[in-house]
């Protein structure tokens, strides 16, 4: 998935194409796997917000991506351009692997691309997609969905967790939190995490969980339990409960799962240690624990996503 296309056209969001382009444009220090050609193709001179963007081609490259990113699409009761829809319809249909960014599903869903799939787009977008393309299974609550080849994301920050999310795909979990680090930003959010959160995320001094987090990732290799959590936190099972869903959109068990899969992702990407051991350390027990929960997250048993991602793994 070397070359990225960036399929741009007037109306587009400028924060979602800015955001992309800083994620796949560059590779960060340090990094020495081969790193993505990023092309900009549109119609011809276009106005991104309150910029004019001159692409390095015409719509019709877009077929020659191995990736094409559709940013953001500004004002969704308008029809997207139909040379735009027909370029990535035939970018997909020439293989291309397609990502939509925010309102950039309403340009998949007018190419048919989306059609009894499930997507997502902007919590306060998702009524008008269901409602424009009902053959769409519209889920409003989600950070991103992948399809495969077909992937689309909810609103502003969330572009920046599908493209994370794709590096991570590519290139395994290291260098994605690499990727992560060097743009200051939390290097994994699930896809299935809340888009809406009842709170916003306080600043790290006042935030009710701030030192739970860091305690649990330095004891993965432990049997916590939500009890263990709660009272590390100093509150009952209940009340950290409703402070998870509040600052997480999810569980403390889910969570506390999603960390363990992506510190074992990290160690086979990393280490030559075996399945049992990745195990213990990552606290799912045994090698069958930990490759019926891999499998059912990442979409791989352990030993194949290992084998994906050798060439990163020290030796």
Known sequence: MRSVALAVTDGMLHFELSLAYEVFAAAPAGVTVPWYDVTV???????????RLEPDHGLGEL???????VPGWADV??????????????????GARVASLCTGAFVLAAAGLLDGRRATTHW??????AARYPRVQVD???LYVDNGSLL?????????????HLVRRDHGSSIANTVARRLVVPPH?????????TTPVPAPDNHPLAGLFPWVIERLDQPLTVTDLARQ??????NLGRHFKSVTGTTPLQWLLTQRIRHAQELLETTNDSIDTIAATTGMGTATTMRRHFNRTVGVPPDAYRRTFRSTMSP
């Open 41 to 51: 193709c549109g119609p011809a001179a276009v106005r991104v917000g309150r910029f």
């Open 63 to 69: 077929s020659r991506a191995d990736t094409v990113i």
């Open 77 to 94: 009761d308008e029809d997207p351009p139909a040379d735009l829809v027909e370029a990535v319809r035939a970018a997909h249909e020439a």
């Open 124 to 129: 306060a977008h998702t009524e008008v997609l």
């Open 140 to 142: 409003p609550d989600v």
């Open 152 to 164: 689309t994301s909810a609103g502003k920050a969330a572009a920046m967790d599908l493209c994370l």
């Open 189 to 197: 959010r699930d896809g299935g995490q809340a888009q809406f959160v």
């Open 233 to 238: 936190a100093r509150m009952s099972s209940r």
